[in-house]
T-cell receptor, first 114, second 115 residues
Framework: NAGVTQTPKFQVLKTGQSMTLQCAQDMNHNSMYWYRQDPGMGLRLIYYSASEGTTDKGEVPNGYNVSRLNKREFSLRLESAAPSQTSVYFC?????????????FGPGTRLTVL | AQSVTQLDSQVPVFEEAPVELRCNYSSSVSVYLFWYVQYPNQGLQLLLKYLSGSTLVKGINGFEAEFNKSQTSFHLRKPSVHISDTAEYFC?????????????FGRGTQLTVWP
């Protein structure tokens, strides 16, 4: 039981390049989330998916797109990377409509945009 | 909607000293409350949670937190810290009854324990 996995762990891009961050969970969770973490800002929600086939914007969605490929996988795409997107990206999941809303986090992807 | 304020961005303490990390929240509905810990270069790990019942919640690694509804606070405490407790700590809140388990995080408190 691997929990939440993310690939890659590290990535360096040039301004204007595109890339996709991958996330998968094996806990049969319905809901999945993408956050970015910047110093002094805590975690900010980029996009979330309440269930397979649905996605919604969070606090900071500009410059990103997401795909909920199936129940297990939720990817985050940067179409044209900008230096402002240099950050650590975390994927998380939980069971919606649960008694409580604990989220389980992946190890993160550290992205640098030059 | 909910929001979380962590009053201290950095807390330096000496080993074996007690520590309190402060968290206040605002919400128009009843809440669930969480503390997460992030060790250097790692993801977030749940430290403890308040769902209902006793307002004093015990978590892993000797940490505990007290839910105070009147003061809308959920402060984290440990009576004697170790160097290995050096990490960033995040308080988070979720509204009860929400159909999506969305969490709202504070900005984090960096706890540094000195020998």
């Amino acid at each position: 039981n691997a929990g939440v996995t993310q690939t890659p762990k590290f990535q360096v891009l040039k301004t204007g390049q595109s890339m996709t961050l991958q996330c998968a969970q094996d806990m049969n969770h319905n809901s999945m989330y993408w956050y970015r973490q910047d110093p002094g800002m805590g975690l900010r929600l980029i996009y979330y998916s309440a269930s397979e086939g649905t996605t919604d914007k969070g606090e900071v969605p500009n410059g990103y797109n997401v795909s909920r490929l199936n129940k297990r996988e939720f990817s985050l795409r940067l179409e044209s990377a900008a230096p402002s997107q240099t950050s650590v990206y975390f994927c998380a999941s939980n069971q919606d409509k649960a008694l409580y809303n604990e989220q389980f986090f992946g190890p993160g992807t550290r992205l640098t945009v030059l | 909607a909910q929001s979380v304020t962590q009053l201290d961005s950095q807390v330096p303490v000496f080993e074996e000293a007690p520590v309190e990390l402060r968290c206040n929240y605002s919400s128009s509905v009843s809440v669930y409350l969480f503390w997460y810990v992030q060790y250097p270069n790692q993801g977030l790990q749940l430290l403890l949670k308040y769902l209902s019942g006793s307002t004093l919640v015990k978590g892993i690694n000797g940490f505990e937190a007290e839910f105070n509804k009147s003061q809308t606070s959920f402060h984290l405490r440990k009576p004697s810290v170790h160097i290995s407790d050096t990490a960033e700590y995040f308080c988070a809140v979720s509204g009860r009854g929400s159909t999506l388990g969305r969490l709202y995080f504070g900005r984090g408190t960096q706890l540094t324990v000195w020998p």
